[in-house]
């Protein structure tokens, strides 16, 4: 069982940035319309004509979890 440890571990990290990147880093309001970023970088933008405008992601999943990772270290440091 011990053998499959790290496989287990990475894959639970994978799903977890998954999860992690389709969260809101931040919304933003202006004359331009409302910008709502993702975790991953991919953005839904509203006009204030009503049009919307979707991206798609900026960061792969690695990167995902990488910045998962950094998010989580900078809480705990400032918990603790």
Not at 15 to 31: N, P, R, S, T
Not at 46 to 74: F, H, N, Q, W, Y
Request: proline fraction near 2%; aromatic fraction near 8%; charge should be negative.
């Amino acid at each position: 069982m011990g053998q499959y440890k790290d496989l287990v571990e990475k894959q639970r990290k994978l799903l977890e940035a998954e999860e992690w990147a389709k969260k809101v880093k931040y919304i933003l309001g202006d004359q331009n319309g409302f910008k709502i970023e993702f975790n991953d970088g991919s953005y839904t933008l509203e006009t204030p004509s009503g049009k919307m405008i979707e991206t798609e992601p900026t960061l792969t999943l690695d990167e995902c979890v990488t910045r998962m990772s950094e998010e989580k270290a900078d809480a705990d440091r400032f918990r603790n």
